[in-house]
């Protein structure tokens, strides 16, 4: 287990915002009546850099943001199970760039779309219960990774529909696992948390020969031999609650708990002693009536800000890049006061979006 070195305090934010950027609603829309969990744009096709997603209920819905605030519906997908309630979603494609959207909630079952065809490309049957996150690699968005209550990772080749690799056993999580996220430019890495209240740090180098396999396997994708990974290279206690968010910030890690606040924290790895080392926490960026689990932030393309919402429909906007942390912006509006259980942040920051516990989605932008 990670220690947490001692010596200097880390840098926290002020919660008075600088202004440096100001919002304002440009549009609401009410999806349904059941809670949208997740909305994601599209960030691995530069074609679609205005397109994203939503999932709530057994529904996936396709938008595209136009000028003026307009989000036009593109496409929608009703899942055929009615009971069917989805919580995580992820933008994938196919070798031949094919737009792909990945999704998986309650039942455990994967559904890859195919946005060209508009239907299902593969259905990824594996885990033995529900799904918390998917994330895609980019540096080959044919690959996603899924977090699961069966306390497992998987690696899936949506190419090939099959399932690669399993993170689990001995030195995993032992308990549901709500996030994981792919390091930005190494390949082999990825990070997880959960409600064991830790953070995962896997490496798959070893087995990179297999997930190549992967790609050229043309027998059947359930006689493809999965591989278990079964201990983490490193292991940090960051938190002492639940952690369900975590995404890289280059070799840092961002990750939140119920407690209010994102940490930023360098994972000091010994490579001689897998799963040992220490952690340096950086920075910390308060976020206030944030003590609910399962409310996920998001960042821009290039990773200059997060976005994260609370229990009472406000938004805060983080710098990411400097030091001490600098609030660029707090939204809020009269009518927004359910949960925000995700934000999506466009490419460039100029558009933030917000997906609430009442089924509606809110779109903020930048006020020029």
């Known amino acids: 287990?990670?220690?947490?070195?001692?010596?200097?305090?880390?840098?926290?934010?002020?919660?008075?915002?600088?202004?440096?950027?100001?919002?304002?609603?440009?549009?609401?829309?009410?999806?349904?009546?059941?809670?949208?969990?997740?909305?994601?744009?599209?960030?691995?096709?530069?074609?679609?850099?205005?397109?994203?997603?939503?999932?709530?209920?057994?529904?996936?819905?396709?938008?595209?943001?136009?000028?003026?605030?307009?989000?036009?519906?593109?496409?929608?997908?009703?899942?055929?199970?009615?009971?069917?309630?989805?919580?995580?979603?992820?933008?994938?494609?196919?070798?031949?760039?094919?737009?792909?959207?990945?999704?998986?909630?309650?039942?455990?079952?994967?559904?890859?779309?195919?946005?060209?065809?508009?239907?299902?490309?593969?259905?990824?049957?594996?885990?033995?219960?529900?799904?918390?996150?998917?994330?895609?690699?980019?540096?080959?968005?044919?690959?996603?990774?899924?977090?699961?209550?069966?306390?497992?990772?998987?690696?899936?080749?949506?190419?090939?529909?099959?399932?690669?690799?399993?993170?689990?056993?001995?030195?995993?999580h032992r308990n549901e696992v709500l996030s994981v996220d792919f390091h930005p430019s190494d390949i082999y890495r990825i990070a997880s948390c959960g409600m064991d209240n830790t953070v995962k740090i896997w490496s798959m180098k070893e087995f990179w020969p297999h997930v190549e396999k992967s790609f050229t396997w043309t027998d059947l994708p359930s006689k493809f031999p999965a591989k278990y990974v079964q201990f983490p290279v490193f292991l940090a206690q960051v938190h002492s609650n639940y952690v369900d968010c975590n995404r890289w910030l280059g070799d840092f890690v961002l990750s939140k708990s119920v407690d209010n606040e994102i940490i930023l924290w360098e994972p000091k790895i010994k490579d001689q002693s897998p799963g040992e080392g220490t952690v340096d926490i950086l920075q910390k960026y308060p976020v206030p009536e944030c003590d609910i689990w399962f409310i996920k932030f998001s960042c821009d393309f290039h990773y200059n800000a997060a976005a994260i919402g609370n229990r009472e429909g406000k938004i805060f906007v983080w710098e990411l890049q400097s030091s001490p942390p600098v609030l660029i912006a707090k939204l809020s509006h009269i009518h927004c006061k359910s949960p925000i259980r995700q934000t999506a942040m466009s490419f460039d920051g100029s558009t933030i979006l917000a997906c609430c516990e009442d089924g509606t989605i809110w779109r903020w932008d930048v006020v020029s």
Request: glycine share 10%.
């Open 1 to 172: 287990m990670a220690k947490t070195a001692l010596g200097c305090e880390p840098s926290v934010g002020s919660l008075v915002p600088t202004k440096k950027r100001e919002y304002r609603v440009t549009n609401r829309i009410q999806e349904g009546k059941r809670p949208i969990y997740a909305i994601v744009f599209n960030f691995v096709d530069a074609r679609y850099y205005s397109v994203f997603a939503t999932v709530g209920g057994n529904r996936i819905t396709i938008y595209q943001c136009l000028d003026g605030g307009v989000a036009a519906v593109l496409q929608a997908y009703v899942d055929e199970d009615k009971e069917e309630s989805f919580y995580t979603l992820s933008w994938a494609c196919n070798l031949d760039g094919t737009p792909f959207l990945v999704a998986g909630g309650i039942n455990g079952i994967i559904r890859v779309i195919d946005c060209g065809s508009e239907k299902i490309h593969r259905s990824f049957v594996g885990h033995g219960d529900s799904i918390n996150e998917i994330r895609t690699q980019t540096l080959k968005p044919s690959l996603v990774i899924s977090a699961s209550k069966d306390e497992s990772i998987r690696l899936w080749n949506v190419h090939t529909g099959i399932c690669v690799l399993i993170f689990a056993g001995a030195g995993g």
